[in-house]
């Protein structure tokens, strides 16, 4: 009840693909909260253009906050955390809420890994987890996000977010996560972080007519004049690092700020801007950052885990589900754990399971498997799987679809039914060793995930929701079926039904009383009666 | 039913029936064939209209400038084709990357059963090229799909070009919901079914594929583009898939609706519309039109690259371009602009094509007949053979008069017609000595379908033939040594009653005829309308020589020998008899083909089930 009303409130609608991840308990905890809480907002921009020319975009404003959201503390003074999330946080006594509304897919091959992914999850017991595939997000979903942030859309970064630039792109996603974070290494006290994020890939073709060229007025329609007074820094990073010499593209204003962080296994050089200077605006006094391409060959680093899933097989009933995995290291083989919920209405043979790479069969070192309870919860099923180096892993699993009753089919049955995404962990070897030195001098996007083996890092991905045709009866014509089964039940089987049971019998004119009697003697002759 | 109840009233109508069977069975067939006749005449047609609702009220604008560019492409991509003596495959790789696609490769081989000669090939390999325009902000949840096929010579370039240039231009429009893939495919229905059975992941057909890379989750609809001129008069909509399958209705009305929106000339079945239904000439062009469409809906093959998508569910159809002499021209970028009219509208679909009619037939592209009005002219046909089952059965069940006491009379009137149990004890071995005809006829029928293919190699040794002829041949073969077979082995001391072989016959023929029609209207028609009449009045009794002789003429093989020469006819080039005979012998190698490649099921049908039958009625004709 609480998560479903905590649901209504924050989200209006919640998009295609997307995933929301409610971390929901009751914190039994005593502290004592500060007189005075510190506060902290920053804001930050990293572009990465793309080789393919698209260019990616990836907001991300985090709010800090010492401070606790108890049960008995109240909290009533609000500075920049807003007040609407954290009445619901104490409400709720909510330990972490991360939310994602997401209109497209991230095209891994073509784009890498994104910045952010989905949110780790911290205790499975507490953990409730939900998709809904079928949503649309829209202008409606961003204006109330915009609002959480504490300049609005008024000054700073947020001014770029202009609705019909963000949406007319390949890919959109925005995100709140809410988690407490420590604020030293002994952890004896917490704060609580609210980072809000916007992922945004603008396509070369539909957003930039072809052309490899790429400014923040052509990909927001707006320039940046100040940065947000509030936030204590405000940083636009620009990803140059296939780009050392120049030779790629071209970048102006030009700046000799530099900034190196580990970003997902891999050490990548950025240019940054910082909003808060006043020479970085220049004499225009606006920044409008320009991209030009210079060639456009060169190769993206392809990144090294991915995956897909499709339906196979044809026909309404039966069919098979089958994931691909992808491990490009060359030489090193990791281990993955997958996560797949699939509805009860596909009614799955986990018999028929199969884990396969490089034609072998693949045993899973660890298989969880909770079946589904008909109009109750879905399958779930969880496996560690180790990928060899430079091979594909098949997983199989075959269903069959199940006749639902006729009105639980949902308004235009006959589009189909989704399976949402399954969802991907995984500790990528890096070539890079990550060090744990929690230092304020990186950039927030590379310090989501803290990293404690040196040679890997994680990472969570997630395939293409399915699109499954269920055996759809003809709703247009229920009372056609009605009289024709009535008629058929009626007369057809009623007549034959009676033909069969019934005996028939001619009835005869009661005979004389001479013939009775002679047939009773002949009867008792034993001799075949008088007709 | 209180009329079978009473046995004074159930012995008057099965008086009746059995006293006026013949001329009420010649009465229904004729029926049955006027009705179908009368299927064509306008007045008892219905208007097409369009059901799905996401179709019908959206007004799109068509927008496509670019038919010069794309057939500068195509001609670039007839001159890699022609350098690469094939699939210009790095070509069409790059062309569509350089579109913003992404683009995958799949290989595939088949080695045929035996060569084909009317294509020129045994073993088989190619490559498909498809790309796919990822729709923004969508889950890669849906797909279209548009294919040209790449083929041999100067054919379907303007076709590759036209989707290459629609590719460049849908890719920078945002409105997109669906991913769109484009397919150009090597060796047409073959490529076409390693492709679908590739993004399927199944194998009904024993061909092999590389696996494919890219998916863009279910597909909806499909449409294959032909078109092997700069400038067209016509499009010609070609609908008949896999086993006499068709796509939804709403397609074919998609298709008229922008040809009358845009002013292109279409056709169905090659054939204009006309409006003067009220002439003779006009109603028996109707009919024209209608008899190609059931005729080509009775071969079972598909009739373009559309047709193996049926299979799977997703609605397709192959437009073709014609250049023919008529006055009205129209050039590529009109017809670009349809396309992009008639996929802007798939586009906006919410649910796969489901409203409209699967079973039709179409007199003209503008008219159309559903199941409720066909299926009367079949079932005027079916219930022939019902009637002569029924007499059958009354007269089976009419022992010979016993003279004992009149009680046996008494009780023979009272249970008529008799039940199963009735039959006396002795005629049960009877029942069984019918089964030595059944199971001679189906084991001819089994060696029709195996041992052509089987013995191709012997055959090649033995006489001076193609793989191809042999195989012909040897069906021939086996079909006419199936009529000398000495079907009727008298060892029973008790000589069985024909008429318990001809009640099974027909019982089974109304059974194989009823499923067909209901899977395939056309070819249960066409086979009722020959194997009925051929069934009714076949006795012992007849005059051997003449009944064989029409026997022989109504068989399935001779049925499609006529059918070849009146298709041709159809279609306005009549062939003489020796071009006629070759075509017949082609049209048997590729029946036996299309059910080994693609899965059609008439060969088997008539093979395995359709002529025994056929034999059994043979062997009753010769009954001792």
């Known amino acids: ?531 | 039913m209180g009329l079978l109840s009473d046995p004074n009233r159930r012995r008057a109508l099965i008086n009746l029936l059995t006293r006026l069977n013949a001329p009420i069975c010649a009465v229904c067939y004729i029926a049955g064939v006027a009705w179908f006749m009368g299927l064509a005449f306008e007045p008892f047609t219905l208007r097409t209209y369009m059901s799905e609702n996401a179709m019908g009220s959206t007004m799109v604008e068509e927008r496509f400038p670019a038919g010069e560019r794309a057939l500068a492409t195509g001609r670039e991509f007839a001159a890699h084709k022609k350098r690469a003596g094939g699939m210009p495959v790095d070509w069409l790789v790059k062309t569509m990357q350089s579109r913003g696609l992404e683009v995958f490769t799949q290989k595939f081989s088949r080695t045929l059963p035996f060569p084909d000669e009317n294509k020129e090939r045994y073993m088989v390999k190619g490559t498909n090229v498809y790309g796919i325009l990822r729709a923004p902000r969508a889950p890669r949840t849906e797909a279209l799909v548009l294919t040209a096929p790449c083929s041999p010579g100067d054919d379907n370039n303007q076709a590759v070009g036209l989707l290459l240039g629609l590719a460049q231009y849908f890719r920078n429009q945002i409105y997109w919901a669906k991913d769109i893939i484009f397919l150009v495919n090597e060796h047409d229905l073959i490529g076409m079914q390693a492709w679908l059975e590739g993004y399927h992941h199944t194998n009904t057909t024993g061909i092999d594929w590389s696996p494919l890379q890219g998916r863009g989750g279910s597909i909806q609809a499909a449409l294959s583009l032909e078109l092997s001129s700069d400038i067209i008069t016509s499009l010609d909509l070609v609908l008949e898939g896999l086993n006499g399958q068709l796509p939804n209705l709403d397609l074919a009305n998609l298709f008229y609706a922008f040809c009358q929106k845009i002013g292109v000339t279409c056709t169905i079945q090659g054939k204009l519309q006309r409006n003067d239904w009220d002439s003779v000439s006009g109603y028996s062009h109707a009919v024209q039109t209608m008899m190609l469409m059931v005729m080509k809906q009775a071969s079972g093959r598909p009739w373009g690259d559309h047709g193996l998508f049926l299979r799977y569910h997703i609605e397709a159809a192959t437009i073709k371009g014609i250049n023919s002499f008529r006055q009205y021209k129209t050039d590529v970028t009109t017809v670009g602009r349809l396309l992009e009219g008639m996929y802007r509208k798939l586009n906006n679909l919410l649910e796969r094509l489901h409203q409209s009619y699967f079973f039709y037939l179409m007199p003209s592209l503008s008219h159309f007949v559903s199941i409720g009005y066909y299926m009367p002219a079949f079932g005027l046909l079916a219930v022939i053979l019902l009637l002569r089952a029924l007499d059958l059965w009354v007269q089976l069940a009419t022992p010979p008069v016993r003279t004992e006491d009149g009680i046996a009379d008494l009780e023979q009137v009272t249970h008529s017609p008799p039940t199963i149990k009735l039959i006396p004890k002795e005629t049960i071995p009877e029942v069984l000595s019918v089964l030595t005809p059944l199971v001679i006829s189906h084991l001819t029928g089994a060696a029709l379908y195996f041992f052509p293919i089987q013995f191709q190699a012997t055959a090649v040794e033995h006489f001076p033939v193609s793989e191809s002829e042999a195989v012909v041949l040897t069906a021939i073969a086996i079909y006419t040594a199936g009529l000398a077979l000495p079907h009727n082995t008298h060892r029973y001391i008790l000589t069985p009653d024909w008429r318990v072989l001809k009640l099974i016959a027909v019982l089974y023929m109304a059974v194989l005829l009823g499923c067909t029609a209901l899977i395939n209207f056309s070819l249960g028609f066409i086979l009722a309308l020959t194997l009925v009449p051929m069934a009714a009045f076949i006795t012992p009794h007849r005059p051997k020589v003449l009944s064989a002789f029409i026997m022989v003429i109504l068989s399935p093989a001779c049925t499609l020998l006529f059918l070849v020469f009146f298709f041709q006819d159809l279609q306005e080039i009549p062939v003489s008899f020796e071009d006629g005979w070759m075509l017949f012998l082609s049209v048997i190698s590729q029946g036996i083909l299309d059910h080994s490649l693609y899965g059609s099921l008439v060969y088997p049908l008539i093979a395995l089930m359709v002529y025994p039958c056929w034999l059994l009625f043979w062997n009753i004709l010769f009954w001792k």
């Not at chain 1, 209109?103 to 953990?127: A, E, I, K, N």
């Not at chain 1, 809904?132 to 202008?139: A, D, G, K, M, S």
């Not at chain 1, 809410?178 to 957003?207: A, G, Y």
């Not at chain 1, 030779?247 to 296994?265: D, I, K, R």
């Open chain 1, 1 to 531: 009840m609480a998560e479903q009303r905590f649901r209504v409130y924050v989200c209006v609608r919640v998009g295609a693909c997307v995933c929301m991840c409610l971390g929901l308990c009751v914190w039994v905890m005593c502290g004592c909260g500060r007189a005075h809480p510190k506060d902290d907002f920053q804001e930050e921009l990293v572009i990465r253009p793309l080789q393919s020319g698209d260019v990616y975009a990836s907001f991300q404003f985090r709010t800090l906050w010492e401070t606790d959201f108890m049960k008995g503390n109240k909290v009533s003074h609000y500075r920049l955390f807003p007040k609407s999330l954290g009445q619901v946080i104490s409400k709720f006594s909510v330990r972490e809420l991360h939310i994602s509304f997401t209109q497209g897919y991230w095209r891994t091959m073509q784009w890498g890994q994104p910045f952010m992914p989905s949110p780790p999850v911290t205790d499975h017991r507490f953990l409730r987890y939900a998709t809904l595939p079928r949503e649309i997000v829209c202008t409606e979903n961003l204006t109330p996000w915009k609002k959480l942030l504490p300049c609005g859309s008024k000054a700073g970064l947020a001014v770029l977010m202009k609705s019909e630039k963000l949406f007319h792109s390949s890919f959109h996603s925005q995100a709140v996560h809410i988690r407490p974070v420590c604020q030293d290494s002994e952890c004896t006290t917490t704060s609580w972080e609210l980072r809000q994020t916007l992922n945004v890939v603008f396509d070369l073709h539909t957003s930039g007519q072809g052309k490899r060229e790429w400014s923040l007025f052509k990909m927001f329609s707006r320039t940046l004049t100040e940065a947000c007074p509030l936030a204590s820094s405000s940083k636009i990073y620009i990803d140059i690092t296939d780009n050392p010499q120049g030779e790629q593209f071209e970048l102006t204003p030009a700046t000799h700020l530099l900034s190196q962080a580990v970003v997902l296994g891999d050490r990548r050089t950025f240019s940054v801007y910082d909003l808060t200077e006043a020479n970085t605006f220049g004499s225009m006094r606006s920044l409008n950052l320009l991209i030009r391409w210079k060639s456009s060959e060169g190769d993206m680093l392809r990144p090294l885990l991915h995956a897909e899933r499709y339906v196979a097989g044809y026909g309404l009933q039966t069919g098979e589900i089958h994931t691909l995995m992808y491990n490009y290291h060359p030489f090193r083989s990791f281990p993955i754990l997958l996560l797949d919920s699939v509805p009860w209405y596909l009614r799955l043979y986990i018999h028929t399971l199969t884990v396969t790479s490089k034609g072998k069969d693949n045993k899973p070192s660890y298989i969880h498997y909770q079946p589904s309870k008909d109009r109750v919860r879905p399958h779930l099923l969880e496996m560690l799987v180790q990928l060899p180096p430079n091979s594909v892993t098949e997983v199989t699993v075959q269903f069959e679809r199940a006749l639902l009753k006729w009105t639980e089919y949902t308004p235009d049955p006959n589009h189909g039914f989704y399976v949402g995404s399954s969802v991907i962990s995984a500790l990528v070897p890096s070539m890079v060793a990550m060090d744990t030195n929690n230092t304020k001098e990186r950039p927030l996007f590379s310090s989501f995930f803290p990293c404690k083996e040196e040679s890997s890092y994680f990472v969570r991905i997630y395939t293409e929701p399915l699109l499954v045709n269920l055996p759809t009866p003809d709703f247009s014509m229920p009372y056609n079926v009605i009289c024709l089964t009535c008629t058929v039940v009626a007369v057809g089987y009623g007549s034959l039904y009676n033909l069969l049971t019934r005996s028939f019998q001619i009835e005869e004119p009661n005979p004389r009383l001479a013939k009775r009697i002679a047939n009773v003697i002949r009867r008792l002759r034993g001799v075949p009666p008088l007709a």
